[in-house]
């Protein structure tokens, strides 16, 4: 199969595959990561039998589980166009998680002149404005710039891609990147990028998540769509030294990084959840019907990470 690239112009190239969500492989999977950790001595023996009672159970795929279907590959533009209308909503948690560790990293910094890079919908502009910061955002979705000039009018906004800013050297003194790298497939050219804005003494910070696709250098983000089908936007899983080498390669010097762990993922007394007749599986309702497989498998792996550099001079 061939790999999704995403080209400059944020279309999806048209080689990009479907990819085929199957509730039963998606559940397998993680049985089977929850046996490795037991193979290496973190559950014991009775753990390790019920795991393979369920696989069992499960190649006889029960029909609630949902049926495999495909999700289409869609371009980071179209996918947060799209996702606008509900982004800033309830239900999104990981987005309060988020910004909390981000203010904690940018408290301490005097306020000045802010780029906030992949700026969506303007979640933390919105924080750094309130510090009393200036603040220039940048996004490739229009629908996503739109909320964030609605929000803060005053402040700039500008359509382009943060790998090539139509900036100055050293115009900022704090370059903030959000949940927004994971779509590149390398992050150094925009870290790079990143470091010629920054003014010396100023501060890069940096989130991002690992994937929920535990193992694997990808991460799509597979959505439903408005007509019922599933969509993926292009994701990659990046090690922290994917983000460290080519900052300090640009004279960035590493002040702070946190990378938490994740919990529990689902509540082991929850009822399990079917999948809606002709619906896309969604893995979060798919977690229910095996909690101790799916607590296990992901319990203290690193779910994120948080990074600030400072300039030199």
């Known amino acids: 199969m061939t790999t999704p690239r995403q080209r400059p112009s944020g279309e999806t190239d048209p080689a990009a595959p479907d990819l085929l ?47 495999a279907l495909p999700a289409q590959p869609l371009s980071v533009v179209d996918g947060y166009d799209e996702w606008s209308s509900s982004y800033d909503g309830p239900g999104n948690a990981l987005l309060d998680w988020e910004i909390g560790y981000v203010k904690d990293l940018v408290s301490d910094l005097p306020p000045g002149r802010a780029l906030d890079a992949g700026c969506g919908s303007g979640r933390h502009a919105q924080w750094l404005a309130q510090q009393g910061f200036s603040v220039t955002g940048v996004d490739t979705s229009p629908k996503m710039l739109a909320l964030a000039r609605q929000k803060l009018p005053q402040q700039q906004w500008l ?24 779509h590149r497939p390398d992050p150094a050219p925009a870290i790079t ?3 010629r804005v920054l003014a010396p003494g100023g501060a890069l910070v ?30 990659w899983n990046h090690s922290l030294s994917a983000y460290l080498q080519p900052a300090l390669a640009a004279g960035l010097e590493l002040t702070a990084v946190h990378e938490p762990r994740s919990g529990p993922r689902t509540d082991p007394n929850l009822e399990p959840i079917p999948t809606p007749p002709g619906a896309v599986p969604n893995r979060w309702l798919l977690h229910t019907w095996y909690p101790a497989a799916v607590n296990a498998a992901y319990q203290g792996q690193p779910s994120a990470k948080f990074l600030r550099w400072k300039k030199s001079g």
């Open 159 to 182: 359509i382009g891609d943060f790998e090539q800013l139509e900036a100055a050297d050293d115009s900022f003194d704090l370059v903030v990147c959000a949940l927004a790298l994971t």
């Open 206 to 235: 940096v989130s991002d998540t690992y994937s929920e696709y535990t193992g694997s250098t990808r991460y799509p983000l597979v959505r439903d769509a408005d007509d019922g089908s599933a969509r993926y936007l292009p994701g």
């Open 21 to 67: 969500q199957d509730p039963v492989a998606y559940l397998v999977g993680l049985q089977g990561v929850a046996l490795l950790r037991a193979c290496a001595g973190e559950h014991g023996p009775e753990f390790m039998a019920q795991r393979l009672v369920e696989i069992a159970e499960l190649l006889r795929r029960p029909a609630a589980l949902g049926e």
């Open 193 to 195: 990028e990143f470091a």
